[in-house]
């Protein structure tokens, strides 16, 4: 109970206190305090959950399992790191001029109403509320990624804001076909859009609405996801919002955009085969990582270069997510994990380089070692563990998804006549067998493009006027420690958080 | 006063079938300011609909839907938008990448689409609003399209509105309602994201001397 308030209220009352303090380290110290508390009711959930199982609060408003309390973890673990490395960033900022000091407050309060909207979107038990929770999102971070008020900018926020609404709204209309659907069973009740009520009667709701609801989720938040071909908004947004605020997006709006499909996915693959939800997840999947594999190819800009990145990581996931079964299942959610500490990791980085070299061309930026060593050294950690070598995690989570793929294939035969839509139809044998093919070639692609152009930033002489040598501060210590549990997961993953995937995954596989 | 369930559904029916014409004059009409009051005689239709349901179902809480939507959509939204027309002063035309008549057939198709995909599952709805399903996808679809149709940031927000509409409708036709907490928040989030995009469309004025989105085309690989 208190835990669960505490998740609402630290970010709620953060925001408010944002808003009225105005000195910079008072509003950090915030920042850090609701974090922190944000950790701490995050692992008494995580205790509570790993002991009883799921359970309800607030009077069947909450809903924590193994797999919300997962998502919790890694939204106050990326959280918390954002929180310190702002620290630096944000005064370096202020002091040059970028941001006027009293717009500092407006960056604190949509920060944290950020995050309160990403926390509730996980603990929400019906899935009306988890939409509107989402949207919130939407709100909050358009201004965030226009905080630099210039005309790109502006121009990414629009972007983000038109294709993140209309994204959005598609997916509302599957939440409405959901609710049409559960009226048939439940009868006319205000809960039936909860998760807790949806999932006893699963397999007696109608196939075709929920068939039709499915994909329209899956199209308005794969958009939030930013999965091609919804993904337009993605480079640009993140080429131009702050770097805590990438790095926000892309460790946790992503991941928590996800969850909200995989959400869906649990009520409809009772209903439908799962094969029908796993063949649509692997076909966005497999698009995204292609597209993005061969964009990173030609990237001359790093920041939308790490944003290809999350494209094709995102779809790494969701293609573990499709293929399904306890290896990819498990490989899936391990993944998203690791991508959320690799993709802040970079972007902090990135926010570092930017700070020093003013520009976000590769070709500008040149002897990284010499001019700023912790950084560069962060970078290269960040572009092994996202090219997925050894003895990286993500190297771990990849090799389980590949396993699975190569061992299943995608499930076939998954768009029926039944919809109204074209049949297409895979033989197994033969789409599990090239498939891992086309895995394996797009992840060298992926792997060269990265590396080749991180190499170029890290060595070399850096230009003239770059001051030479990097000051410890407290931004640094969230990149050591992300580093340190990169390398660390993919030896050996704590009790704790094994317990918590593996009942993660057995929730997925429940059908 | 009672009216039989037939009547009743031929009334959703017509005044669902009047919010899919509005759309149809949107898509025709070039002038902006038109283009708003149109939105509001549309959300002033939806109201009528969801009003009706309320009554001839019995459901109380979608009058204070139906309440909303005229405070927010008819009354609050436009107003904001011809203030946003009336300071950037793009009163006179709409950038369009479709002219009109062939906008016009594509919204067609688009009905027709929107009455193919929902075929198999229209049966399983209620007799009273039955077929304001279709209608309602296809009042999305159409939104949708006018989205990418035009280019003026304001014109594309009307689009988005035309969507909530539709979502709206659908939420009513299909289940005469979502849970009313949902219902709330659905609407802060539309009168937020409105509001949002009249202050961005100023910003974009400010930025640059324009609100066609053309020129938004800095960014790109």
Same mark, same amino acid.
């Not at chain 1, 009883?52 to 924590?64: A, R, S, W």
């Given at each position: 109970?208190i ?6 209220i ?7 206190l944002s ?7 008072? #509003?950090? @110290?915030i920042?850090?305090t609701?974090? !922190? %508390? ?5 692992? *008494? &959930?995580?205790?509570? +959950? ?18 919300s ?13 954002c929180?310190?490395y702002?620290?630096?960033?944000m ?10 000091p009293?717009?500092l407050?407006?960056?604190f ?23 509107v ?10 201004? #965030?990624i @226009? ?5 790109? !900018? %502006? ?5 983000? *804001? &038109?294709l993140?609404? +209309?994204?959005?709204s598609?997916?509302?209309f ?10 048939q ?16 009667v699963?397999d ?19 958009t939030?996801?930013g ?20 790095a926000?997006l ?12 995989l ?9 439908v ?8 997840l ?9 597209t ?19 494209i094709?990581?995102?779809g ?7 293929v ?6 498990f ?8 991508h959320?500490?690799?993709k ?5 980085a990135?926010?570092?380089i930017?700070r ?7 070709a ?5 070692a ?11 950690v960040a ?8 003895p990286?995690?993500s190297?771990?989570?990849?090799v ?17 006549n039944?919809?109204?839509?074209v049949t ?8 599990s067998?090239s ?19 991180i ?6 002489a ?11 501060t ?6 050591i ?5 990169l390398?660390?997961f993919g ?21 | ?9 031929q ?10 014409l509005?759309?149809?004059?949107i898509v ?17 239709f ?39 027309i009336e ?34 599952i ?9 077929d ?19 280019q ?6 009307i689009?988005?509105l035309?969507?909530?509409n ?12 979502m849970?009313?907490?949902?219902e709330?928040?659905?609407?802060f ?17 400010d ?15």
């Amino acid at each position: 109970m208190i835990e669960v308030l505490v998740l609402l209220i630290a970010p709620l009352l953060a925001g408010g206190l944002s808003l009225i303090v105005h000195r910079s380290a008072l #509003l950090h @110290a915030i920042n850090l305090t609701s974090m !922190s %508390l944000l950790v701490a009711a995050e692992i *008494l &959930i995580t205790r509570t +959950v790993l002991r009883d199982g799921p359970y309800t609060e607030l009077g069947q408003l909450v809903y924590l399992d193994a797999l919300s309390a997962f998502i919790l973890f890694i939204i106050g673990a990326v959280g918390l790191a954002c929180s310190l490395y702002m620290r630096s960033y944000m005064d370096d900022q202020v002091s040059r001029g970028v941001i006027a000091p009293k717009r500092l407050n407006l960056f604190f309060f949509l920060f944290h109403m950020f995050l309160l909207a990403m926390v509730i979107a996980t603990i929400a038990n019906s899935v009306g509320v988890q939409w509107v929770a989402i949207e919130a999102t939407t709100l909050a971070t358009t201004f #965030l990624i @226009a905080f630099w008020r210039r005309r790109e !900018s %502006l121009e990414a926020g629009w972007k983000y *804001l &038109i294709l993140c609404s +209309v994204g959005i709204s598609l997916a509302l209309f599957g939440v409405v076909l959901t609710y049409y659907s559960s009226l048939q069973v439940l009868g006319d009740v205000s809960e039936a859009l909860n998760v807790t009520q949806l999932l006893p009667v699963a397999d007696r709701l109608n196939p075709h609405v929920l068939k039709l609801a499915f994909i329209f989720i899956l199209v308005g938040y794969g958009t939030k996801v930013g999965l091609v071909p919804m993904h337009s908004w993605l480079p640009d947004a993140y080429t131009e919002a702050p770097a805590p605020v990438v790095a926000m997006l892309a460790g946790v709006l992503e991941i928590v955009a996800v969850y909200a499909i995989l959400r869906m996915r649990m009520i409809v693959d009772h209903a439908v085969s799962p094969t029908f939800t796993g063949g649509l997840l692997a076909l966005l999947g497999f698009a995204s990582f292609v597209t993005a594999a061969f964009f990173i190819l030609i990237q001359h800009n790093y920041k939308r270069l790490f944003a290809y990145s999350s494209i094709e990581h995102m779809g790494i996931a969701m293609i573990g997510f499709g293929v399904g079964g306890p290896i990819g299942t498990f490989g899936g959610l391990f993944h998203l994990l690791n991508h959320a500490f690799a993709k802040s990791m970079a972007f902090f980085a990135a926010g570092n380089i930017h700070r020093r070299f003013h520009t976000v061309e590769i070709a500008q930026v040149q002897g990284l070692a010499i001019a700023q060593p912790w950084t560069a050294m962060a970078l290269i950690v960040a572009g092994l563990a996202l090219s997925a070598l050894p003895p990286f995690a993500s190297f771990v989570s990849e090799v389980q998804i590949v396993t699975a793929l190569a061992a299943q294939g995608i499930p076939g035969q998954w768009l029926t006549n039944s919809t109204g839509m074209v049949t297409v139809a895979f033989s197994n044998q033969f789409s599990s067998l090239s498939l891992t093919g086309l895995f394996l070639l797009c992840s060298v692609l992926a792997f060269s493009g990265l590396l080749y152009r991180i190499t170029g930033m890290v060595w070399g002489a850096p230009p003239e006027e770059i001051v030479k040598g990097e000051t410890w501060t407290l931004g640094h210590l969230p990149i050591i420690v992300l580093a340190a549990a990169l390398v660390g997961f993919g030896f050996f993953l704590p009790q704790p958080l094994r317990q918590l995937l593996e009942q993660a995954t057995q929730i997925l596989l429940l059908h | 006063m009672q009216i039989s369930p037939h009547i009743g559904s031929q009334l959703v029916d017509l005044c669902s079938a009047l919010l899919l014409l509005t759309c149809f004059a949107i898509v025709a009409q070039r002038r902006l300011s038109a283009c708003v009051d149109l939105f509001a005689l549309q959300s002033a239709f939806l109201v009528l609909t969801a009003a009706l349901v309320a009554f001839l179902t019995g459901n109380h809480h979608i009058y204070i839907a139906a309440a909303l939507t005229g405070v927010i959509k008819v009354v609050i939204i436009p107003r904001v938008l011809k203030k946003v027309i009336e300071r950037l002063n793009v009163k006179r035309e709409l950038v369009m990448n479709v002219n009109v008549p062939a906008g016009l057939l594509i919204c067609g198709a688009l009905v027709m689409l929107a009455f193919f995909i929902t075929q198999p599952i229209i049966p399983l709805g209620f007799l009273l609003t039955r077929d304001s399903l279709a209608i309602a996808l296809a009042i999305v679809l159409i939104g949708f399209f006018t989205m990418i149709a035009r280019q003026k940031a304001v014109s594309q927000l009307i689009g988005f509105l035309v969507m909530e509409n539709g979502l709206f409708l659908g939420a009513t036709a299909a289940t005469y309602g979502m849970p009313l907490i949902v219902e709330l928040g659905v609407f802060f989030d539309v009168l937020i994201a409105a509001l949002i995009a009249g202050i961005y469309t100023n910003r974009l004025q400010d930025a640059f001397d324009s609100v066609d989105t053309s020129h938004l085309t800095v960014l790109k690989e």
